[in-house]
């Protein structure tokens, strides 16, 4: 096998382990960010000059994800066209996950310049009232909860199949001992958090600090990608042939729920940015 067939076929298997225990749950991250931060700027009594000045930023960056998107739909549609392989195969999982945060550099990049952007657009009140807002959302967020609902959400799904007990033990196993493997990289993850951070909201974007910055944590985020991809994996491993038909099932189900839910989170969207 070749090592690019090598390359689609287990990103093939990774993609489908990720839609079953969480569709397209990093797109929904974003937009849940993405939604936190414009009920943020809701806060911030904006003057009409602002909102002009936010809104010709946001559809600027609109038309940047727009060209993104159909790299990230190319590859797609290239992982699903392949089969799928029951072996996990480190060093190929390892290239693919290296592959992603190459492409996606161009993608962080923009979204960093447009995030500066629009909070140079604040005065120095707006901005400290929007950092105090965003410390008094993390502050309450509980990890050892967010874990316990993850556990629950992918229990749940296993129940859809008739997982048996031994099923459900191991899927517990994998989920908590992936849970304990990202500890060791908190420390990291939120260090460079807070880096990001200061390069967004400096008076001038500094787009050689901020790659220097992803560089640096390069290793950090490859390790990270493939301790997710090898959990993703090791779930699909325990359900059987007749359960993972099923889960498929349940995909297309869901990835038809979530087109109509992004269609609505649009709309209501377009509903703030004319209120802001």
Same mark, same amino acid.
């Not at 640096?216 to 993703?232: D, H, M, S, Y």
């Given at each position: 096998m ?43 009594n904006?003057s ?15 038309e ?9 739909d190319?590859?797609?549609e ?7 392989s ?70 749940? *799904? ?5 997982a ?10 994998i ?6 493997? *990202?500890?060791t ?33 390069a ?58």
């Amino acid at each position: 096998m070749s090592n690019m067939k090598k390359i689609v076929t287990v990103a093939t298997t990774l993609m489908f382990c990720l839609g079953t225990q969480s569709v397209l749950a990093q797109s929904q991250q974003r937009d849940h960010q993405r939604d936190h931060e414009r009920s943020a700027m809701q806060e911030l009594n904006l003057s009409d000059s602002q909102k002009e000045a936010i809104q010709a930023i946001r559809e600027q960056a609109k038309e940047g994800r727009t060209l993104f998107k159909g790299e990230r739909d190319e590859a797609l549609e290239l992982m699903r066209q392949s089969k799928q392989s029951g072996t996990w195969d480190a060093a190929t999982a390892r290239s693919l996950v290296q592959s992603k945060l190459i492409n996606r550099q161009a993608h962080q990049l923009a979204n960093a310049q447009n995030r500066q952007a629009v909070f140079a657009v604040l005065t120095a009140e707006q901005q400290a009232k929007f950092n105090a807002n965003q410390v008094a959302r993390h502050t309450v967020r509980d990890p050892l909860k967010r874990e316990q609902k993850r556990l629950k959400q992918l229990l749940r *799904m296993a129940n859809k199949v008739d997982a048996t007990e031994a099923q459900l033990a191991q899927l517990k196993t994998i989920h908590n001992d992936a849970s304990t493997a *990202m500890q060791t990289y908190h420390n990291t993850v939120m260090t460079h958090k807070m880096a990001e951070r200061s390069l967004i909201q400096a008076a001038e974007f500094d787009t050689q600090a901020w790659q220097t910055l992803q560089d640096e944590f390069a290793p950090t985020a490859i390790e990270i990608g493939v301790l997710r991809a090898k959990t993703k994996f090791d779930i699909q491993q325990v359900f059987n042939a007749k359960q993972q038909k099923k889960l498929r099932k349940m995909k297309q189900r869901m990835d038809k729920k979530d087109r109509k839910d992004r269609k609505d989170r649009k709309d209501k969207k377009a509903d703030i940015d004319d209120n802001i």
